[in-house]
């Protein structure tokens, strides 16, 4: 037993970007690991599960500047969205945000997206840190046929979530308790702030100039119901919400039909949009989908990880694992993967074979742990 | 008298009369975090040095305990199916994963002492 064997890149540190709080981080003596090219914080002291418990009952910080936001703007910032993405900005109310994708020609999901409308002409897209620059790239490529700009912006970006949230964040000098989900605004010059997440709870994500941030973070962690929660404990939050990881979950070989991310795209679009990937979104509907997206449940009390081949009671291979671990909140292993379509119906059961044991796998509902949502 | 030895892989020995009882090290159990699941072996089999003997799952991530010598398992750490986390909050006391019986005690000579082991974590 030696090293702890990461789920996460094995990249070497030397190469990884560090997070401009990194000193903070330290501090708090986080233990990092690799991520989508970045040096992150993986756990502090309290532990991943206490981590976990934590923002579900109370408020856990995350830095997750790894991230990255991409500012659209211009007369025709909404036509080249529309473009870019399955998506119908013109009709997005103004402080509305959408989950939404970019999709390459194969209706492939490239990397999955938060877009706000800020203005009538100004929107933010959250981009995913693995697939940030080439986000970017595809963005400034489609906005050059249209009279709009792409900017990449430098910012910290932070998560806070869990029910405390607000209330950390009010008295941390930044009111947001106006903003129902999945809306959000521009609260001081250079700083855009969204209620939002990724763990299931109500919460923020609040990104702010880079020189401004370790004033701010050090008042939210002043608050007494404020944890550093680090990556591991992110990823078990958002398997227990149903979330996707892009690159295990979803991936530039997953559609959104066989992905059951259809309810993101806009049901006219589906029909007559002009979005990149829309013709063979439109095969795949039409077609219908071979394997599905589902939530699965492991009977007994081992994990069955990511990569695991699942297979029918004869042995057959019907589906692969593609997030799995253990839910703390739900206190059971729980996993998500795909499966053929005719076996996705709730209470389906699979296999998976984990070190010669063959454990069974209900097709379970997402998400195991209930949203939270603020909406209003 | 039971004397206690280290490996470099992070376990513990504490050796009494030809058996041993196996462990992870407190600092093995940091860096692996909180556990979810011990995968312990059957009482009877026969081990070898560095064949992977038990299986520990922490929220993330699986990873193997390896034999640190040769020998025979005579008992395994039941209370860890169901308190896993046995392993974390008292790694080298009601943590420990299984005992095996001893096929060459003279294997213990390369193993490591208490303070050999500390110097080596730093």
């Known amino acids: 037993m030696l090293v702890w064997r990461e789920d996460l890149d094995a990249t070497n540190p030397g190469t990884l970007n560090t997070l401009p709080l990194f000193e903070l981080h330290q501090a708090a003596k986080a233990r990092f690991g690799g991520f989508a090219g970045w040096n992150m914080p993986l756990t502090y002291p309290l532990g991943v599960m206490k981590e976990h418990l934590h923002t579900r009952e109370k408020a856990g910080l995350f830095d997750i500047s790894h991230m990255k936001l991409i500012l659209v703007t211009g007369p025709q910032a909404a036509a080249a969205l529309a473009r870019a993405c399955p998506l119908a900005p013109e009709a997005i109310a103004i402080r509305a945000s959408k989950y939404t994708f970019l999709l390459n020609e194969n209706a492939g999901i490239d990397d999955d997206l938060i877009v706000t409308r800020l203005g009538e002409t100004r929107y933010m897209v959250v981009a995913n840190a693995g697939n940030a620059e080439q986000d970017a790239e595809k963005l400034a490529a489609v906005a050059a046929d249209f009279d709009a700009k792409v900017e990449p912006l430098d910012r910290v970006l932070i998560a806070l979530q869990g029910p405390k949230a607000e209330a950390a964040l009010t008295a941390a000098g930044l009111d947001l308790s106006s903003l129902t989900f999945m809306h959000g605004v521009e609260p001081r010059e250079n700083w855009f702030a969204s209620r939002s997440g990724y763990t299931g709870e109500d919460g923020f994500e609040v990104a702010m100039p880079v020189d401004e941030a370790k004033d701010f973070v050090e008042k939210l962690l002043a608050h007494e119901d404020v944890e550093w929660i680090g990556l591991a404990a992110r990823d078990s939050l958002r398997l227990e919400a149903g979330l996707c990881l892009h690159g295990n979950d979803i991936t530039p070989s997953t559609n959104p039909v066989e992905a059951n991310l259809m309810w993101a795209i806009p049901k006219s679009l589906r029909e007559t949009g002009t979005f990149i990937g829309a013709d063979a979104l439109r095969a795949a509907i039409t077609a219908g989908p071979k394997r599905l997206r589902v939530g699965l449940k492991p009977e007994g009390r081992q994990p069955v990880r990511n990569g695991t081949v699942l297979t029918d009671a004869d042995s057959k291979i019907v589906g692969e694992v593609t997030s799995g671990g253990f839910g703390p909140s739900v206190n059971h292993p729980i996993a998500m993967g795909y499966v053929e379509a005719d076996l996705a119906q709730i209470g389906t059961t699979v296999y998976a074979d984990v070190r010669g044991n063959k454990i069974p796998l209900a097709v379970h509902p997402l998400p195991f742990s209930q949203h939270r949502y603020r909406k209003g | ?122």
């Open chain 2, 1 to 122: 008298m039971a004397t206690t030895y280290y490996t470099e892989d992070h376990e513990w020995l504490r050796v009494e009369g030809g058996i041993a009882t196996v462990g992870i090290t407190d600092y093995a159990q940091e860096q692996l975090g909180d556990l979810v699941f011990v995968e312990l072996p059957e009482v009877g089999r026969t081990i070898s040095k560095g064949d992977a003997t038990v299986v520990v799952e922490s929220v993330k991530a699986a990873s193997d305990v390896y034999a640190p010598v040769d020998g025979e398992i005579v008992e395994v750490n039941q209370a860890l199916s169901s308190e896993p986390a046995l392993v974390n909050s008292a790694p080298a006391g009601d943590g420990w994963l299984w005992k095996m019986k001893l096929a060459d005690e003279s294997q213990l000579e390369g193993l490591l002492d208490e303070a050999g082991y500390n110097a080596l974590i730093g």
